[in-house]
């Protein structure tokens, strides 16, 4: 199975910073992977696909970039709307797997 | 728009059985694949099950191979996951999911004696 290794566990930042998450793959993926975000009590969200391409609706502050085993989410200047968690998946092979998840908090 | 609405949770006995459902409307289910993906409460997102449009694949987390079987009724709209021989590790909340795009809001199984 491919690993997904997810870096911070969590953060602390304020409204108006930049943040970034990483993820890397134990395998190469090319860029079969995504970024969700998820707020407690409510489903996951899809915000990144193709590791770069932004989802419908998502504003463009998130961003996405890497290919192969190194990808990154970048949160240019945080809403308090972004204090969630978030969470990449690969679905290069299966079984699909997601990474250990971060907290972004206040 | 799309609407996923799963339904089937309960609180089981290790060992037990369980089907849990997915009500789709908002789109033409049959040309999607399908997933469930479970949450264990106050941690991350595990992958459970895939099935293709039409229900001829279909695959598994290595956890639940042999005790979990996933199939749809596209004539219905409806995914489905049996759920056998259930284990205390099998707790969670159970999502699923078309494309791994557009996400059901979940429904809980709770394995305990």
């Known amino acids: 199975d491919i690993q997904m290794t997810q870096s911070p566990s969590s953060l602390s930042a304020s409204v108006g910073d930049s943040v970034t998450i990483t993820c890397r793959a134990s395998?190469?993926?090319?860029?079969?992977l995504g970024w969700y975000q998820q707020k407690p009590g409510m489903a996951p969200k899809r915000l990144i696909y193709?590791?770069?391409i932004l989802q419908g609706g998502v504003p463009s502050r998130f961003s996405g970039s890497g290919s192969g085993t190194e990808f990154t989410l970048t949160i240019s200047s945080l809403q308090p709307e972004d204090f969630a968690t978030y969470y990449c998946l690969q679905h290069n092979t299966y079984p699909v797997t997601f990474g250990q998840g971060t907290k972004v908090e206040i | 728009e799309v609407q996923l609405v799963e339904s089937g949770g309960a609180l089981v006995r290790p060992g037990g059985s369980l089907r849990l459902s997915c009500a789709a409307s908002?789109?033409?289910?049959?040309?999607?694949?399908m997933h469930w993906v479970r949450q264990t409460p106050g941690k991350g997102l595990v992958w459970v099950s895939y099935i293709n449009g039409d229900g001829s694949k279909t695959d598994y987390v290595d956890s639940v191979k042999g005790r979990f079987t996933v199939s749809r009724d596209n004539a219905k709209n409806t995914l489905y996951l049996q759920m056998n021989t259930l284990g205390v590790e099998d707790t969670g909340v159970y999502f699923c999911?078309?494309?791994?795009?557009?996400w059901g809001q979940g429904t809980l199984v709770t394995v305990s004696s």
């Open positions: 999911a078309r494309d791994l795009v557009a």
């Open positions: 193709g590791a770069s």
């Open positions: 395998q190469g993926i090319r860029d079969d």
């Open positions: 908002g789109f033409v289910f049959s040309r999607y694949a």
